[in-house]
């Protein structure tokens, strides 16, 4: 079975830090595009941060450019968010996604971040 389990979530002050973590199973890791969307209450689901498959490249929402850094451990199946500055807005549920083409795709169960003085 695929498995996509995050982690790394809790409670943060403003202009705090954390990391999140994707682990990842049951699938050919390298292959696929690693991608950690959010959500947060009353809103929809949007894209944050995107590493391609081997590392080359990575793709950020304006909102978090300069603050937060998607990386990937091919040998341990593993993709990170590092999240700094963190803002109020910041707070939402984080998911990663897994996709390979447009025929390929799975979703881990979320992760909640909440950034509150």
């Known amino acids: 079975d695929v498995q996509l389990q995050a982690s790394g979530g809790g409670e943060v002050q403003p202009g705090g830090s954390l990391r999140l973590s994707c682990e990842v199973s049951?699938?050919?890791?390298?292959?696929?595009?690693i991608t950690w969307f959010r959500q947060a209450p009353g809103k929809e689901r949007e894209g944050v941060a995107c590493?391609?498959?081997?590392?080359?490249?990575?793709a950020y929402a304006d909102s978090v450019k300069g603050r937060f850094t998607i990386s990937r451990d091919n040998a341990k199946n593993t993709v990170y968010l590092q999240m700094n500055s963190l803002k109020r807005e910041d707070t939402a549920v984080y998911y990663c996604?897994?996709?390979?083409?447009?025929?390929?795709?799975?979703w881990g169960q979320g992760t909640l971040v909440t950034v509150s003085s």
């Open positions: 996604n897994a996709l390979l083409g447009l025929t390929s795709e799975y």
């Open positions: 590493v391609a498959p081997s590392n080359v490249g990575a």
């Open positions: 049951g699938l050919s890791f390298h292959y696929y595009a």
